[in-house]
Structure formats: structure tokens, C-alpha cells
């Protein structure tokens, strides 16, 4: 089945420590996303990549990294420079669709990672 | 700056009845919007969209309106179930090919039996 998959569910770390959390999608997506939600904050955009070896920083890029090696995959690494990783963190891909002339359709989003910072 | 804003933090709605969630936008160059429904500890799942050369557009028991004017959208859900309680996102972009979806914080929705 074609889909989006982020793992680990659930992850902890050590204060001071970087962690990389893993996208995968194998819907063929030009597109990927990264997006963090809080409590009462609503999703906010990290990173984004629109092709292969390209990226774009989002509104909260601070304290994170990406790469964009392969087109299926997407890596995100929270830093120890985040001061406030502890959050659910969303991958999404997208790509635009040929009936609607080539706009965007809808991004499909993975199940999340839960991050806390212990 | 929020470009995209659900002014209502939660709803509450009678089984059968209607649900009304709203969504206000400050962008006039978004042309693309769409609504997401999240359960908790889950990714959001797409619900319904609407382009800006239409004000409706309806997906069985959901309608999405728009009122560009306005600046405005709202998602309609007749006749609402249980199943509905979830939060719901309210979502725009700009015409580009794969730009970023801009969120709202989100509505959540109780429907109560």
C-alpha cells in the first residue's frame, strides 16, 4: 500500500543530544514536509522540500536539520540547539495533480513521532 | 503573524445536528484551501478542499464555503455523528505547485449522542 511512514512512534532524549527522525513515502511525491504541533498551537512548518537535493527553511527552522537525498526519504534531525524539542512531529508529501492544472492537491500526512526530551 | 486562523479553540454539537466550523484567512494570495480532520496521536487525514474559482464544494455530508470577500471559510458537517469528534484543521496555500499548506490551530469538535 502506498503511504507515508515516520518512525519511531514514540522517542526519548537526553537533554544535549541530537536525534534524526525518519520519513519515508512511497507515493512518489515530488514534495515533502515537516511540520511540529503543540499544544494549542496547530501545525507549523519546520522544513520543506519540493525536489531532490533541495530544501527550504520553514517558520520554525531553528535547531533543526534536513536532507533531501533520495526522493522517498526525508530526514529530519532535532538538534541540541532546539531549546524546546518536546513535541509531535509530522511528515507530509505532496505533489500537484494533472486534473487540477497541475495545483497543489492535498498532502498526506505520516501517523507522527512523539518526542520527549528527558 | 497567524495567516490562518480558527478563532473557536472547541464545538460542541448535538448528534443530527449541524456543525459549523469556521476559518478566517489574512493571505489574499491563497487561492487554495482545504480542511483536515486529526485524532489524537495520529497524522491529520484530508476532508475536503476548495479552489478559489469556486465558492462550494460538497463531499456527502460535508460542505466547504467560501467567501473570498470576506476573507473567510467555513466547513459544514449535516448530519453530524459521534464519529465526527475529532480536531479539525483549517488549511490554505499559495497557486505554486507543492507550496507549503499554511494551518490554523485548529477546532476541536465534540458531537455529543
Known amino acids: 500500500d502506498g503511504g507515508i511512514t515516520q518512525s519511531p512512534k514514540y522517542l526519548f532524549r537526553k537533554e544535549g543530544q541530537n536525534v534524526t527522525l525518519s520519513c519515508e513515502q512511497n507515493?512518489?511525491?515530488?514534495?515533502m514536509y515537516w511540520y511540529r504541533q503543540d499544544p494549542g498551537q496547530g501545525l507549523r512548518l519546520i522544513y520543506y522540500?519540493?525536489?531532490?537535493?533541495?530544501?527550504q527553511k520553514g517558520d520554525i527552522a531553528e535547531g533543526y536539520s534536513v536532507s533531501r537525498e533520495k526522493k522517498e526519504s526525508f530526514p529530519l534531525t532535532v538538534t541540541s540547539a532546539q531549546k524546546n524539542p518536546t513535541a509531535f512531529y509530522l511528515c507530509?508529501?505532496?505533489?500537484?495533480?494533472?486534473?487540477?492544472?497541475?495545483?497543489?492537491?492535498?498532502?498526506?500526512f505520516g501517523q507522527g513521532t512523539r518526542l520527549t526530551v528527558v | 503573524d497567524q495567516q490562518v486562523k480558527q478563532n473557536s479553540p472547541s464545538l460542541s454539537v448535538q448528534e443530527g445536528r449541524i456543525s459549523i466550523l469556521n476559518c478566517d484567512y489574512t493571505?489574499?494570495?491563497?487561492?487554495?484551501f482545504l480542511w483536515y480532520k486529526k485524532y489524537p496521536a495520529e497524522g491529520p487525514t484530508f476532508l475536503i478542499s476548495?479552489?478559489?474559482?469556486?465558492d462550494k464544494n460538497e463531499d456527502g455530508r460535508f460542505t466547504v464555503f467560501l467567501n473570498k470577500s470576506a476573507k473567510h471559510l467555513s466547513l459544514h458537517i449535516v448530519p453530524s455523528q459521534p464519529g465526527d469528534s475529532a480536531v479539525y484543521f483549517c488549511?490554505?496555500?499559495?497557486?505554486?505547485?507543492?507550496?507549503?499548506?499554511?494551518f490554523g490551530k485548529g477546532t476541536r469538535l465534540s458531537v455529543i449522542a
Open positions: 507530509a508529501s505532496s505533489t500537484p495533480t494533472r486534473e487540477q492544472g497541475g495545483r497543489d492537491t492535498e498532502a498526506f
Open positions: 507515493l512518489n511525491h515530488d514534495a
Open positions: 522540500s519540493q525536489i531532490v537535493n533541495d530544501f
Open positions: 493571505n489574499s494570495m491563497f487561492d487554495y
Open positions: 476548495i479552489s478559489s474559482i469556486k
Open positions: 488549511a490554505a496555500s499559495v497557486y505554486s505547485g507543492n507550496t507549503p499548506l499554511v
